[in-house]
């Protein structure tokens, strides 16, 4: 198991991450994180060494300055939502900074009442994983869904680019995340992991849409190259600048096969502003969420 941190970031580069929100983690329940944790490890050749547990997660992230996270859940079959949304709400009841999402699946019986019941309980915003739960963005059967996320203005992060092993998937990619967008032009929704592999096509969203925000989630690691053949240095110091409103922290954490510390190495070596840095690190995450006003991030800042 990876120590908490044995990072060599100089004071400085401490100074540009902290306090960070981390936009992009998992907490399930002990069997799903293991059975999850087989399953990339089947696809890929990653190697897992991460805690699962809350606590032992909550430890990695506190000792490098991160001071809220946010889980992201996934229904993998339909029936499972609702009971894990509300695993995860009473985890976050029992958590000083953990920020929860919902989740619900295409073939919910009821997805509207999944995700309404989800967000009067406590949810901040709601994951969809489109090519796990083998859904188009703006599936019509996610419509209820997508309805009810827009009545309580809450975000929708999507896995909906074709990184790491799902280019073939037509559930993903930008020309059907580009259906959702003139679907629901309202939305506020984020893709994970910068869009990759068509990041130009994810950016030129974020650009267009004020509604579109990209996580930094394992393509900005100094990792991704070895797993997932991704170069971050396509993606200049220029567009982040650009884009730092748009663009938030993430790490996927505990799903890397990589410490914690190379998730943010990359980011922090680069000669970023730092108002840059602290859009990309704590404000955007900020109001993506809706915490502007937020007691759980007040002496953050």
Known sequence: MFPPDQSTDSDDRETAFRPAIDAHTHLFPDRLAAAIQRTLSAETDWEFSTPTARDEIEDVLRSVGVEA??????????GLASDLNDWLLERADDSAFLV?????????????????????????GLKIHCPVQECRPADSRLEPALE?????????TYHGGTAPMYEGSPYVGADVFEELLESYPGLRVCCAHMGTYETDRFLAFAREYDGVYLDTTFAMSTSAPETMGFDPSSISDATLV??????????????????YRNERAGLLERDLPQETARDIFYRTAREYLGLEDDAILDSAN
């Not at 929860?100 to 919910?108: E, G, L, M, R, S």
């Open 69 to 78: 996270y946010v889980a992201l859940p996934y229904a993998h079959e339909p």
């Open 100 to 124: 929860p999402f919902a989740t619900v699946h295409p073939d919910d019986e009821d997805p509207a009442a999944v995700v309404r019941d989800a967000f009067e309980a406590g949810a901040r």
């Open 242 to 259: 650009e884009l730092s409103e748009s663009i938030m922290y993430g790490s996927d954490f505990p799903n890397i096969p990589y410490p």
């Open 148 to 156: 009810v996320a827009t009545e309580y203005d809450r975000p929708i």
